[in-house]
């Protein structure tokens, strides 16, 4: 996991992990606040409190619907008008593999297929506005089903907005590509933690610098074997 703010210490990316209802679930939150520094991270401080509020709430379209509702309704957050924020959430089961997830027009996950050695887009067609846009709003969900050494990377849009020193964006589809050339380094398994560094290092080399204009979140899991624990492995 890798998470960079751009402006100090406090960044408007929210990443979190839990266990829900019998243990045997785990839901992953990546959210997104439009904005940088203290004014973003007191609106994801709020979307970390309503995901405690919801966290029984194993349906990950109808967790959105529920935090789209009274995201808006809270008002001014300490004087902190509310703004914008996109995110991904997503619900895995740990005895079946199953991974349900939904988004409010946050970029897509990427999924590696341990069984051919391919990464691909999950959530193609998927439709959901921001949080906050407009009450009511539904959202759709899909379903895929982890095999033991598959991938699933959730991420900000730093790293696909970023660009290079002539103004170039890197795009989904640069990032995609960038995420199969540094996994092919590899031997596999490849640990998470370097995996993740060294596809940081490739979009700071695209960017041409250390520094980023936006947050910064990677998040990395992967299904553990049968004979290891249940719960995804985070990097």
């Known amino acids: 996991m890798i998470a960079l703010p751009s402006e100090g210490r406090e960044g408007g990316d929210l990443y979190a992990l839990f266990s829900c209802g019998d243990h045997r679930f785990c839901r992953m939150v990546l959210a997104d606040a439009v904005g940088h520094g203290y004014t973003a991270s007191e609106v994801v401080r709020q979307v970390h409190a309503l995901l405690h509020k919801y966290n029984d709430v194993r349906d990950p379209s109808a967790l959105l619907a529920a935090l789209n509702e009274d995201f808006p309704a809270a008002g001014d957050i300490h004087g902190v008008p509310l703004r914008l924020t996109t995110a991904v959430t997503a619900t895995y089961h740990c005895d079946t593999g199953e991974f349900n997830y939904a ?8 999924e590696w297929r341990a069984r051919n050695g391919r990464w691909g887009v999950l959530g193609e067609g998927l439709d959901g506005l921001p949080l906050g846009v407009i009450s009511g709003e539904l959202y759709s969900q899909q379903s895929v089903k982890l ?9 900000s849009d730093a790293l696909t907005e970023v660009e290079s020193p002539d103004g170039t964006e890197l795009t989904a589809e640069g990032f995609l590509e960038l995420a199969e050339r540094t996994m092919a380094r590899f031997s596999q398994p490849a640990p998470l933690d370097e995996f993740s560094r060294e596809l940081l290092a490739g979009v700071r080399h695209y960017h041409g610098s250390d520094r ?16 290891q624990d249940q719960a995804p492995e985070p990097g």
């Open 103 to 110: 988004y409010a027009a946050h970029p897509r996950m990427l």
């Open 147 to 155: 095999e033991p050494g598959d991938l699933v990377m959730a991420f």
């Open 212 to 227: 980023f204009r936006d947050d910064l979140t990677l998040l990395t899991l992967r299904r553990r074997s049968q004979e």
